[in-house]
């Protein structure tokens, strides 16, 4: 599967943004989908998983609450809605596919090319 993440831009602390991946091919159902980020300097981190169904969802602890994953099978689409924004949210986001159910896990299957979201103070 091959995915487009975008949705990026500059915000300022407090503000929203909302992510989009879309995917390409007609089995995006069958894969667990993950947000994850890389901060400049640092290794990229989880953020968040959606199962296939949307039903089961997991967060890294520092977006709980702030950050929402849903996906919408029938737009072939995965999306990441991020409040309450803080400096430390700043990095590249990466959309990921992966076949089976493993919270947490890096090791995904298709990464898209990221979208970049900098988080003003």
């Known amino acids: 599967v091959q995915l487009q993440a975008s949705g990026g831009g500059l915000v300022q602390a407090g503000g929203s943004l909302r992510l989009s991946c879309a995917a390409s091919g007609r089995t995006f159902n069958t894969y667990v989908m993950g947000w994850f980020r890389q901060a400049p300097g640092k290794e990229r981190e989880f953020v968040a998983t959606?199962?296939?169904?949307?039903?089961?969802?997991t967060y890294t602890d520092s977006v709980k609450g702030r950050f929402t994953i849903s996906r919408d099978n029938a737009k072939n689409t995965v999306y990441l809605q991020m409040n309450s924004l803080k400096p430390e949210d700043t990095a590249v986001y990466y959309c990921a596919a992966r076949q089976g159910w493993a919270p947490t896990t890096y090791a995904y299957d298709s990464w898209g090319q990221g979208t970049l979201v900098t988080v003003s103070s």
């Open positions: 959606i199962s296939r169904s949307g039903i089961s969802t």
